[in-house]
Nanobody, 115 residues
Framework: QVQLVESGGGLVQPGGSLRLSCAAS????????MSWYRQAPGKERELVAS????????NYAAFVKGRFTISRDNVKNTVLLQMNSLKPEDTGVYYC????????WGQGTQVTVSS
């Protein structure tokens, strides 16, 4: 079955960096686009970044453009989110998403940006 396991979250000070990782299994990862979403307390889940199957095209939400970078490794079946210049408003649970017929989600990893 499809499994997505996120890791790398934690507590970081404003201006700091984190790298999130999502390990995928149970489907032909290299053929499918992947994305990262986040959900802040009391808010709806929102798209952060997406990447095509080959990694050739990436898209970012305006609020992270220039600070976050999405990438993927089609040998290790992982998708990464490098987050730099973090702000308190980046706090939330970050989810990995695969669109394989239907949408599949990981369990999420908590990111807290606070001094």
């Amino acid at each position: 079955q499809v499994q997505l396991v996120e890791s790398g979250g934690g507590l970081v000070q404003p201006g700091g960096s984190l790298r999130l990782s999502c390990a995928a299994s149970g489907f032909p990862f290299r053929f499918y686009p992947m994305s990262w979403y986040r959900q802040a307390p009391g808010k709806e889940r929102e798209l952060v970044a997406s990447i095509t199957s080959t990694g050739g095209i990436t898209n970012y939400a305006a609020f992270v453009k220039g600070r976050f970078t999405i990438s993927r490794d089609n040998v290790k079946n992982t998708v990464l989110l490098q987050m730099n210049s973090l702000k308190p408003e980046d706090t939330g649970v970050y989810y990995c998403r695969a669109q394989y017929g239907q949408a599949f989600w990981g369990q999420g990893t908590q990111v807290t940006v606070s001094s």
